[in-house]
């Protein structure tokens, strides 16, 4: 009698090492990879990828989503390598994001004004020296002294009358259409000189006060 223990063990030898080979090409689901996958995404969504990043996000997007038809089809070697390129994605469109988020709140920031150039001083226009006024019907001395063009004070019309003193015989009367000149910078000593004559100068021998006054210049 043939004994067939020998093939039996051979055989029982070689059906465990075909299942030890099936097992070891076997993965488990890729369930970490894959969690990871998806916050990732969500993260670069998060942060307005979609616009900032559109073409790395729809890699992440499309990688994901191919790597859970992998895990439906029980594909877990496939799956867990889409899994990973998703997240390597998505971390690519966080980064091009940030930079593009940080890039638009430096050009948001109110730019500080360029220092302002000093003020040119204006270039001071010299008074003039003297002028002419050519006389009004009811002008008077006093009240071409009293212009403000003139010299803005009543009380300096004699000033008037020392300048024109070969056009104007009276201070009481000058004729219409009279030119006179105005001495525009009288000395300190000609307008004191002048208020206090002006002052004490009376309608009682109003001509020979006249003379007094101008005799001082050597005048009449």
Same mark, same amino acid.
């Given at each position: 009698?043939?004994?067939?223990?020998?093939? %039996?063990?051979? *055989?029982?030898?070689?059906? &465990?090492?075909?299942?030890?080979? #099936?097992?070891?090409?076997?993965? =488990?689901? @890729?369930?970490?990879?894959?969690?990871?996958?998806?916050?990732?995404?969500?993260?670069?969504?998060?942060?307005?990828?979609?616009?900032?990043?559109?073409?790395?996000?729809?890699?992440?997007?499309?990688?994901?989503?191919?790597?859970?038809?992998?895990?439906?089809?029980?594909?877990?070697?496939?799956?867990?390598?889409?899994?990973?390129?998703?997240? %390597?994605?998505? *971390?690519?469109?966080?980064? &091009?994001?940030?930079?593009?988020? #940080?890039?638009?709140?430096?050009? =948001?920031? @109110?730019?500080?004004?360029?220092?302002?150039?000093?003020?040119?001083?204006?270039?001071?226009?010299?008074?003039?020296?003297?002028?002419?006024?050519?006389?009004?019907?009811?002008?008077?001395?006093?009240?071409?002294?009293?212009?403000?063009?003139?010299?803005?004070?009543?009380?300096?019309?004699?000033?008037?009358?020392?300048?024109?003193?070969?056009?104007?015989?009276?201070?009481?009367?000058?004729?219409?259409?009279?030119?006179?000149? #105005?001495?525009?910078?009288?000395?300190?000593?000609?307008?004191?000189?002048?208020?206090?004559?002006?002052?004490?100068?009376?309608?009682?021998?109003?001509?020979?006060?006249?003379?007094?006054?101008?005799?001082?210049?050597?005048?009449?």
């Amino acid at each position: 009698m043939k004994s067939y223990l020998p093939n %039996q063990i051979l *055989k029982y030898g070689i059906n &465990i090492i075909s299942c030890s080979l #099936i097992v070891g090409c076997a993965t =488990a689901p @890729p369930t970490q990879e894959m969690s990871d996958a998806r916050q990732s995404v969500e993260a670069a969504e998060s942060i307005g990828a979609e616009t900032h990043a559109p073409i790395a996000l729809d890699s992440a997007q499309h990688l994901l989503s191919r790597a859970q038809n992998d895990l439906e089809a029980g594909d877990f070697e496939e799956a867990q390598r889409d899994a990973i390129a998703a997240r %390597q994605a998505a *971390k690519q469109a966080v980064i &091009i994001s940030q930079a593009k988020q #940080i890039h638009a709140d430096e050009q =948001a920031k @109110p730019k500080k004004p360029a220092p302002a150039k000093p003020a040119s001083r204006p270039t001071p226009v010299a008074a003039p020296e003297s002028m002419t006024y050519v006389v009004n019907k009811n002008d008077s001395l006093w009240k071409i002294a009293a212009k403000n063009s003139v010299y803005g004070d009543p009380w300096l019309w004699p000033l008037i009358l020392k300048n024109n003193i070969n056009q104007i015989k009276t201070a009481d009367f000058i004729s219409p259409g009279l030119v006179l000149n #105005i001495d525009k910078k009288p000395s300190p000593t000609d307008v004191n000189t002048a208020i206090q004559y002006a002052k004490q100068r009376g309608h009682v021998s109003a001509q020979q006060l006249d003379s007094s006054y101008l005799g001082q210049y050597g005048l009449r």
